[in-house]
């Protein structure tokens, strides 16, 4: 099945934490800047380099070449070009970091299948703990008794969520000694290929956080690559369905039971999951995750599905605590107020902090649309 997404609001997939550079290696020119290649640059003026090999001040000779350099870059050293929003270029002329984005070897950015599997994964997780009482309420014993405790808990309520989409049988979660194998995870069984761009535009955007318990906003100490545009890809079923199914049939019926409400043979099985997202993105919208919408306002369509991809959106640490909102309040103050607490305020909102772009937009969302 073909799958377009178009970003409704600027996106932003990181390439990683090594991959960051300064605005120094930028040239700006009115509202666009171009990304420098620094090894283009030095290779037309290997003159000044041999200048400071000669110099007997080094730490001086290269000062002055950093200097020369500046006043050297051109377009014509540019690895690819970066839109500059409104009011961006006067934040970017003292060094700062700014985080890349998602890019192949021709620097021409594209969205990992991954990204779109793990908000499939958090609308599965969703949907079982939504559904299956059980399965939440060993959730909460287990969040609440770390919680108790004052010891750290993220590492292991990711196992036990993982778990739940699991092929493997397991009778009683242990932290310790329940094993998670990927291989026999039921997401497994749906191929998303990599999303390349039909038309895009990078901007250079500054991430704005916004204290929801103070009345001041703080301003984002990065600034990143977003991209605006329409990518496709496609999302298929393993070819191995079948055979993954038949061989734990016990626990795949199980999962899907937990996921659906009921059967789903494999033809209907994309189509059921599409219909899923949906309903978890409306519980998205509808939480409290509309501290997060800014100036905007987002509605589903019938022949699109809205999806938040990317970095800085925290879909799945939301997720587990709005739930936990609505079933136990005690321990959701205890989290909120207590557990996770990063100063020494009494009163504590959810969530903490938000974060938008400079033009008041979220980061991520974006419009899924199947053929």
Not at 48 to 71: F, M, P, T, Y
Not at 196 to 225: A, D, M
Not at 338 to 359: E, Q
Request: charged fraction near 30%; glycine fraction near 4%; include cysteine.
């Amino acid at each position: 099945m073909r799958i377009e997404l178009s970003t409704i609001t600027p996106l932003f997939i990181g390439a990683g934490t090594d991959k960051v550079y300064l605005t120094s290696e930028l040239l700006v020119k009115g509202n666009t800047a171009y990304r420098i290649s620094l090894s283009k640059l030095l290779e037309e003026n290997m003159d000044l380099v041999e200048e400071v090999a000669k110099s007997s001040d080094i730490r001086g000779g290269i000062e002055q070449l950093l200097n020369k350099l500046e006043a050297r870059k051109d377009e014509k050293h540019a690895i690819y070009e970066i839109k500059l929003p409104a009011n961006t270029s006067s934040r970017i002329s003292s060094p700062r970091q700014v985080k890349e984005f998602m890019k192949d070897v021709n620097y021409v950015p594209y969205i990992p299948g991954s990204s779109l599997k793990g908000y499939i994964r958090t609308a599965f997780v969703w949907s079982i703990l939504q559904n299956n009482s059980s399965a939440y309420m060993r959730l909460e014993s287990l969040i609440e008794r770390y919680v108790q405790n004052r010891k750290e808990l993220p590492k292991y309520v990711q196992k036990y969520l993982d778990i739940l989409l699991s092929l493997e049988r397991q009778t009683k979660f242990d932290e310790k000694e329940s094993k998670y194998d990927p291989q026999k995870d039921l997401l497994k069984l749906l191929i998303l290929r990599d999303m390349r761009p039909v038309n895009y535009t990078l901007l250079l955007e500054e991430i704005r956080i916004e204290k929801v318990n103070r009345s001041r906003s703080r301003r984002g100490n990065f600034l990143v690559e977003c991209v605006e545009g329409t990518f496709e890809g496609e999302m298929l079923i393993a070819p191995n369905f079948d055979v993954v199914r038949n061989k734990y049939k016990k626990e795949f019926d199980e999962v899907v039971k937990n996921i659906f409400g009921e059967k789903v043979e494999k033809e209907e099985f994309i189509n059921r999951t599409l219909k899923i997202v949906k309903e978890f993105t409306n519980f998205v919208i509808k939480n409290d995750h509309h501290f997060e919408m800014g100036d905007m306002e987002l509605k589903q369509e019938d022949d699109k599905v809205l999806v938040r991809l990317g970095a800085h959106t925290s879909i799945l640490y939301k997720t587990i605590l709005s739930i936990i909102k609505d079933r136990n309040s005690w321990l959701y103050e205890q989290l909120v107020r207590n557990y996770w607490r990063r100063s020494a305020y009494n009163w504590r909102k959810f969530p903490l902090s938000i974060k938008l772009t400079s033009s008041n937009q979220p980061v991520g969302w974006c419009a899924l649309k199947t053929e």
